[in-house]
């Protein structure tokens, strides 16, 4: 019984060790911003010689953002005292940080001209100089994008500027590619949105100009506004609702990838890039490959330049791309900074 109770404090005291030690030097931040989106839009409409008028409004733009990180600054990077969730640190996308073991697991809740979603952006990433390896959790709500990643690759030149790597990468996400509304094209390329609406439990009355939804309550009292507002609605949440159905898919594929770092203080660079050139096919009905009919290119990359020509003048360039399933997004920045003495 004591040897049992010497093990377990020996236990629980190299777990806390260690997880101090992982957790020393790390960040943990809470931020919130605003700010007035779009002015108010005036609408006008004619009903039967009568102007009325409608006033859009859209709510003001915010984010709360919460997170913890633990990644060396490289050196081209500035010396914030505080984060308040609205940098741009693309170096943290890159595959080699400047630490063995680092980390990063954060969320942001936004609103942006009166759309409201969430950014997520996880990582744990272990690189040494013949291998890495890097699990990954992220969801881009303004892009629609949401998938699990882990990488295991073996570096070639792991100590020099430039270094290459190769091995394997899995992804599980949504069945991207699938169309639910494939079904209900007709051959004229028209959907059939109707009877679609009618099988959602929607009524139809075109006598008597009555539209109702699965509740019984009138949602429209003409055809166009049944077309142009109800049926878009009626069409977005079923695709939503036949998406959610089916579960998620694995993908196993090869990555090949680069890593380049070069810093002085007037000139630096850093790069790198990832390519997925073949996908194994384990014959899922949901499988990507079932929708571009074999094999496909993914592939991400990164960029950031900096060059002060002279004391006074100097330009930028930084950005990320990333296109997984034929779906892209990205964003970058350019910019040129002269000192007035």
């Given at each position: 019984m004591r040897l049992l109770i010497v093990v377990i404090l020996l236990t629980a005291t190299t777990a806390s060790a260690q997880f101090k030690k992982a957790v020393k030097f790390s960040t943990f931040y809470v931020a919130a911003n605003g700010g007035t989106s779009l002015a108010d839009q005036d609408v006008f409409a004619v009903n039967n010689s009568l102007l009325s008028k409608d006033v859009v409004e859209t709510p003001y733009d915010y984010s709360l953002t919460a997170g913890i990180r633990k990644i060396?600054?490289?050196?081209?990077?500035?010396?914030?005292?505080?984060?308040?969730?609205?940098?741009?640190?693309?170096?943290?996308?890159?595959?080699?940080?400047?630490?063995?073991?680092?980390?990063?697991?954060?969320?942001?809740?936004?609103?942006?001209?009166?759309?409201?979603?969430?950014?997520?952006?996880?990582?744990?990433?272990?690189?040494?100089?013949?291998?890495?390896?890097?699990?990954?959790?992220?969801?881009?709500?303004?892009?629609?994008?949401?998938?699990?990643?882990?990488?295991?690759?073996i570096r070639i030149n792991g100590k020099k500027k430039l270094s290459f790597n190769v091995g394997a990468l899995q992804r599980l996400a949504e069945p991207y590619g699938y169309n639910p509304l494939e079904e209900w094209v007709l051959q004229t390329g028209h959907i059939h949105y109707t009877q679609l609406a009618i099988e959602e439990g929607y009524s139809v009355d075109v006598y008597n100009n009555e539209y109702k939804d699965?509740?019984?309550?009138?949602?429209?009292?003409?055809?166009?506004?049944?077309?142009?507002?109800?049926?878009?609605?009626?069409?977005?949440?079923?695709?939503?609702?036949?998406?959610?159905?089916?579960?998620?898919?694995?993908?196993?594929?090869?990555?090949?990838?680069?890593?380049?770092?070069?810093?002085?203080?007037?000139?630096?660079?850093?790069?790198?890039?990832?390519?997925?050139?073949?996908?194994?096919?384990?014959?899922?009905?949901?499988?990507?490959?079932?929708?571009?009919?074999?094999?496909?290119?993914?592939?991400?990359?990164?960029?950031?330049?900096?060059?002060?020509?002279?004391?006074?003048?100097g330009y930028f360039i930084e950005g990320k791309y990333n296109k997984y399933w034929n779906r892209e997004w990205y964003d970058f920045k350019f910019g040129i900074n002269y000192i007035i003495l």
């Open positions: 060396q600054r490289f050196q081209y990077e500035g010396s914030t005292p505080f984060k308040d969730g609205t940098e741009s640190a693309y170096g943290d996308e890159a595959t080699v940080g400047r630490n063995a073991f680092e980390y990063l697991f954060e969320i942001d809740y936004r609103r942006q001209e009166g759309v409201e979603y969430i950014d997520q952006n996880h990582f744990l990433r272990y690189v040494r100089d013949r291998w890495l390896a890097k699990v990954a959790y992220v969801k881009d709500g303004f892009a629609d994008i949401e998938y699990y990643q882990a990488s295991q690759r699965p509740s019984g309550n009138v949602v429209a009292t003409s055809a166009d506004v049944w077309n142009q507002v109800i049926i878009p609605e009626v069409i977005s949440n079923y695709v939503e609702k036949k998406k959610n159905e089916l579960p998620n898919v694995t993908q196993h594929s090869l990555v090949v990838g680069f890593d380049f770092y070069y810093y002085k203080k007037d000139f630096w660079v850093h790069s790198w890039g990832n390519f997925l050139p073949y996908h194994y096919d384990q014959g899922d009905q949901y499988s990507y490959h079932n929708f571009v009919g074999g094999q496909w290119y993914d592939y991400s990359g990164g960029l950031i330049f900096g060059h002060k020509i002279t004391k006074k003048i």
